[in-house]
């Protein structure tokens, strides 16, 4: 459950994954879904309020999902994609966890410096900087450039690997799948 096997990620590595896959797709929905209402209604309040409690959930889990990650291991590609492959998915990889780690921070600096509530389901989070409108004003538009860019990281890691699973014919997708949904096509052998 919690260590990786010659060709799959721990079971509990693969849940965090769609978890968290799950919470980023309602982080993203529930801050764009807000344009639909007009500012001040109840609706828009709603989907904020939403989108900052499933970011923060992101924070919550990022802890158990990283220390999981490390000490678990890695299943191997087969076949092995070339060094530069594999250098482009690390750092892929390690710019979407400092993403998942960095922007609920930046959010939660962003409310605090604005003066506003930070919700977490039914409580109010603890303001981590001093009202500064200012400041929260910059922040909020850094998160917002960065959250521009995890749009972009997110669509890359998917269609890495779809390329990976239908052009390259690895298993690099069906490392990660839920159980029994493995992929039954040979690899492409090199």
Known sequence: MLKCTEDRYATFSIALHWLMFILMVGVYAFIELRELFPKGSDPREAMKALHFMLGLSVLVLILPRLIVRLRSGTPAIVPAPP?????????????LYLIMLGMPVLGWL???????????????????????????KSLKELHATIGELGYFLIGLHIIAALF????????????M??????????????
Do not use: C, M
């Open 110 to 136: 962003t409310l605090s410096a604005a003066g506003k509530p930070i919700p977490f389901y039914g409580f109010e989070l603890p303001a981590l900087l001093p009202e500064d409108k200012a400041l929260g």
């Open 164 to 175: 990976h699973h239908y052009k390259q014919r690895d298993n690099t997708l069906v490392r």
């Open 177 to 190: 799948l839920p159980a029994g949904k493995s992929d039954t096509r040979t690899p492409r052998q090199s």
């Open 83 to 95: 060094a530069w492959q594999r250098l482009a998915a690390k750092l892929a990889h390690l710019a």
